[in-house]
């Protein structure tokens, strides 16, 4: 569903960036992508869904190649930042609606697919008001909904669950667990391990942009660790 | 005082991006500050060349004694029309207020540190008058040391009147637009209504210069002092500290713009916390009831979109439809003026007709919104850039909202001219074609200017409509270049007019091509 193929990204006039990246999640796969402030998650993800540019390496979605068809592959996607600057300027429902138009989703389906995330999230009566009078938790449920709303085969999410409360939360793991029931599958960074070692089947450590540590939930964690030992015992590791 | 030091330095420590261009490590913002600060210097100079030039010339025709107070009065009406559509932005920004708010500050601190960096902002443009009118009256007349030590205190307490000025005007504005549910658009129109206003009054006082040039140069000379007088008392004050070394006339210029920058910092420090409080709560109902949606097409959306964040916006608005509107203006005006009387003698003859396509485009596309459609994305371009849009689409969208926008006061003003004018056919085909193509390549132009200089990274949206580069060339190039081609008009002989007219269409719509396949390859992720 997504490869990241020695992926290297370098900012100007600074050192940070990303190198080397190897990530392949799969159909089926709920992807975590963890490691500390700074360590090169965020530019990992915006690299992949094309809001920055890389220096080398191959991003493929779905098989095709993110620089040379970035429109396609971008269908196949839907991304959520980890604080979701939205149009302020518009309604929660005009920008499901934009969302859904640039998506060319039928009026019918968009109608079921709003109806029912709006219902479970509980922000229904709130999509005729301006997104500048959402709380930060009313925004990333409506930017999820809006991720959701052309039924995506990949959903990329940089903190997820940062701002949601605990019911949103439980909906959100749902909808993850149904998206990969139906072969798509899910890439999230994340800093709360526990819910990464419930919710994932596959992991990658990050730190200082270059991946230490990576493989299925169920080897990383046989000797009775926790994910969060791993974590930790891997970044001490890298320190020393 | 800590509490207004403090504030002070976070408010000023990054003015004009300095701040920014201290530490980034980042080479290309680096050269784009560079560019920014080169086109700000360039026409700072011509500031600069003016005032020392009319400083100059004024001496020369035995005025030498209206110098300084001419000088206060431009500084002062420059720096007013200058503060007036961004006190608003600055003193009562949302961004920042919530973080502001839960400090230990007192409101009267906050208010004085926001209008410190006003003043210091209008202190250097007025400086920049001031300064080089003052060294040339220096030079060439006589002066004491009270001549000094007025011109000191004069330039430190010259912009206080206008900033105090622009900030009652604005917090009006704002107080009235705070208490209504469509705050930007109401904000919007009544400052609109006070640019028209301001044009207006200008236009008046112009009229009684255009008399007064019908008479000998000397009286006109002589009735400077009266002129000045009417249109900025305060500046009669200076000038007689200046040039008669008047102790109290200097001590009343100082205490009037102190006490009124103090009184206008007093009231609105008093009602700073309700205009911030209502002017950015947002009404929120929670009655939606889901509803069967629409599909529309990707181009109507994405136009829609545009339509939405421009009227979301009172600066834009503002900024922008100013053009449009005084080209409507200019065209009715021209059913009761005929501009060939308006004219002086000149030693070349004059086609006004010729011109008046050139003039009217000029009017028509001054402050394109497209010169800062990108920027004002800011922190949500995001969005566009991972979803599945092509460069094309997002630029056709930015394009064809600017196009809609101009294409009604377009339609109206042509309906007027042609209906009232005394044009020949090949006028009439002149001033349909001249202003369609004009219209088109500002907006491709100042989209190609804001994607060459974009500034997404903003803390209120007057930075990036009223200060960022990208306006300013963006807005002001086209004017410039129609300009030109107005003055090659007017005096081309009648029988070169043809092929003058063809030409600057072909050339019109050659420049638009190129700048639009520009924009389409640019690599949007770079912006």
Known sequence: ?240 | MKQIKALAVAELCDLYGFNVLRHTKDPVERRKKLVVYGIVVLLLLFVVSYAGALSFVLIAYGAGNAVPSYLITMSCILSLMLAVFKASGVIFRKNSFDIISSLPLSDSAVVFSRFLRLYVESLIISSLIILPGIVVYAVMCATDAMFYISVLFGMISAPLVPVAIATAISALITGIASRMKHKAITEAVLAVILVLGVFTLSSSVSETESVMTEEMMMQLVGSISDVLGKVYPPAVMFGNAAVNGDVISLMLFVGISVAAFAAVVLIVSVNFRGICRRLHSTTAKHSYRMQAQQQTSLTKALVQREAKRYFSSSAYVTNTIIGPILAVAMCVALIFVDVNTLLPELPVEINVNAALPFVFSAVLCMMNPSACSVSLEGKQWWIVMSLPLSARDIINGKLLFSLCLIAPFYVVSEIVVMATQNFDIMERIWFVLVPAFSAVLSCVFGLFMNLKLPKLQWETEVEVVKQSASSMAGGVGGILVMIVFAFAAAVIPQGFLLIFNACACVVLCAVTLVLYRSCLRKDLRTV
């Open chain 1, 1 to 240: 569903m997504l490869k990241i193929n020695n992926l290297c990204k370098k900012y100007k006039g600074s050192d940070k960036g990303v190198q080397d990246i190897n990530i392949h999640v799969e159909k089926g796969d709920i992807y975590a992508f963890i490691g500390h402030n700074g360590a090169g998650k965020t530019t990992t993800l915006k690299c992949v869904t094309g809001i920055h540019g890389f220096d080398s390496g191959e991003i493929l979605v779905d098989g095709k190649d993110l620089s040379k068809e970035p429109i396609a592959c971008k269908r196949n996607f839907a991304y959520i930042p980890d604080n979701p600057d939205l149009y302020e300027y518009l309604t929660g429902i005009q920008y499901l609606n934009f969302i859904a138009d640039v998506f060319e989703v039928p009026s019918a389906k968009r109608s079921e697919i709003i109806a029912k995330y709006a219902g479970e999230f509980e922000i229904t009566a709130s999509l005729g008001d301006l997104i500048s009078s959402y709380s930060h938790g009313m925004k990333q449920k409506l930017a999820l909904i809006s991720a959701l709303v052309h039924e995506p085969k990949l959903l990329i999410l940089d903190e997820p669950f940062v701002g949601l409360d605990p019911k949103a939360a439980v909906v959100l793991k749902g909808v993850m667990h149904d998206i990969c029931d139906n072969g798509g599958a899910i890439f999230f960074s994340t800093h709360v391990l526990d819910v990464a070692e419930k919710l994932c089947n596959k992991v990658t450590i990050i730190k200082d942009g270059r991946i230490i540590a990576g493989g299925s939930m169920s080897e990383l964690t046989k000797n009775g660790d926790s994910l969060e030992d791993i974590f930790m015992e891997v970044l001490v590791g890298e320190t020393d």
